[in-house]
């Protein structure tokens, strides 16, 4: 049965399917050519993920892209079951991943650990979104608090790129370039109004991030940071088989059940960061939907819930997957919406936006000349996208404060959460807005200091 909201008029249609609303390409929703090829170029991030496998699992380069697109296949289903997103990794978590997995052996003990940990997150995720607990958790839960987790996430994605042996130092100049670059076209008020004036610029502005990674290809081997890509012909050839055969439950067999125990905290802790993103979606999509008054944005974090804790659910067994499967990848989101608010002559539907973006990644994953091509800037990609996302995170964290006292909880909660971890800083701010709040927890205090409706 194909039904549409009544809200507001000119929302994108769907089949309605419990509390799935499935949209399909070309019938719900136009193919967005800007978002396409922007994604056929960004998988240069999903890619990333290789080397983040084969360190810790000693994985062959075949069974980890066959993980790559296996996941990749996945990210379509936020969108076609009605979650207006473009989802990615629960990057944030993924250095206590990391930790906990490798205080296991090398080889099949680390393979379980990996398997219980994302096993166990799935199942969780799905039982609150089954549940309804999601939402209500999304609400109950006091901005001051919001706001740190938030914040915190920004500021720990920025970490990542800075750290000392971190990416930065291993591509100063083209990263530098590469987002001053990125940043002055998707946030400048003066590329803007460059946009607004000029035909040339608005289609410039219409292709995203996909002038950004043609950049970094000719920048990095330019001033000596990467060599020249070796373009290879062909279609990509992941093996499956190898993947199945000796890195999954297929193949080792199902983790010892204490291993579901002693992961528990690492799964409670890793939920805070992606309870981090889901506040966030619901963020971005908000103001989107302020100025888009020609379609309804439903975002429900329960149905998010059900389908990223889906997904995890699903990688643990076929594809255990270090970089984890998130609600959102923020820096995309932002460039999508950016594109979105610009009107329907821009986008048609938001729909559009984020499916295309990843029917793009899904075909560059598939071609061995796009695949070849990135693969010497991964690590250029992977900071660009933590440093769009930590950029939005910080700005949103903030304007979740309504007052000075939640902005000064949310600054100690974010310093703890980039140096402690999430666990010791949700902790933490429980405890600032008890003390501080008291009878007042849930409700805290507004001003006009930081009340995001205040026009600031």
Not at 60 to 80: K, T
Not at 217 to 239: F, K, R, S, Y
Not at 309 to 321: A, K, T, V, W
Request: hydrophobic share 50%.
């Amino acid at each position: 049965m194909s039904s549409t909201p009544s809200s507001r008029t000119e929302s994108s249609p769907y089949y309605a399917l419990g509390p799935f609303k499935i949209r399909l390409p070309f019938k719900h929703y136009r193919i967005e050519w800007p978002d396409y090829f922007q994604g056929l170029l960004m998988c240069a991030v999903d890619l990333a993920a290789i080397p983040l496998m084969t360190e810790l699992l000693g994985m062959p380069f075949e069974a980890a892209i066959a993980i790559v697109m296996l996941n990749g296949l996945l990210y379509l289903v936020h969108h076609l079951l009605g979650d207006p997103v473009i989802p990615g990794w629960i990057t944030p978590a993924i250095p206590l991943l990391i930790a906990y997995v490798e205080a296991f052996n090398p080889g099949v003990d680390r393979i379980h650990a990996l398997i219980a940990f994302q096993m166990t997150l799935g199942l969780l995720v799905m039982i609150l979104g089954r549940t309804g607990m999601a939402t209500k958790v999304v609400h109950m839960i006091p901005n001051a608090i919001k706001s740190g987790i938030i914040i915190g996430a920004g500021i720990a994605a920025i970490a990542v790129v800075f750290k000392e042996g971190g990416r930065f130092d291993t591509y100063p100049i083209t990263i530098s370039i590469a987002v001053g670059v990125a940043f002055y076209l998707i946030f400048s008020r003066h590329f803007t109004q460059l946009r607004d004036h000029n035909k040339i610029w608005a289609i410039v502005g219409k292709l995203g991030v996909f002038p950004i990674i043609v950049l970094a290809v000719i920048v990095a081997p330019l001033v000596g940071e990467t060599q020249l890509p070796n373009i290879e012909w062909g279609i990509t050839q992941p093996d499956f088989i190898l993947m199945w055969t000796q890195y999954t439950v297929f193949g080792v067999g199902f983790p010892p059940p204490m291993m579901f125990l002693t992961v528990l905290p690492t799964v409670l802790a890793a939920y805070i960061v992606v309870f981090g993103d889901v506040l966030q979606t619901k963020a971005i999509l908000e103001e989107a939907d302020e100025i888009r008054q020609d379609e309804d944005i439903d975002y429900d974090a329960n149905r998010s819930h059900l389908i990223f804790g889906g997904r995890n659910l699903f990688m643990s067994i076929f594809g255990p997957d270090v970089t984890m499967c998130g609600p959102l990848w923020a820096a995309m989101q932002v460039v999508v919406v950016e594109r979105y608010k610009q009107g329907t002559m821009a986008m048609k539907s938001i729909f559009g936006g984020s499916g295309s973006f990843r029917w793009g990644t899904n075909t560059g994953l598939l071609l061995l000349p796009i695949v070849s091509l990135v693969q010497p800037i991964l690590g250029v990609a992977l900071a660009l996208t933590l440093l769009i996302q930590g950029f939005v995170s910080v700005r949103i964290g903030v304007m979740e404060s309504r007052s000075q006292r939640d902005l000064g909880i949310a600054g100690v909660i974010a310093a703890i959460l980039t140096i402690k971890g999430a666990a010791w800083a949700f902790a933490i701010g429980v405890a600032l807005t008890a003390l501080i709040y008291g009878k007042d927890f849930f409700k805290g205090e507004v001003d006009n200091t930081f009340n995001k409706h205040s026009g600031l």
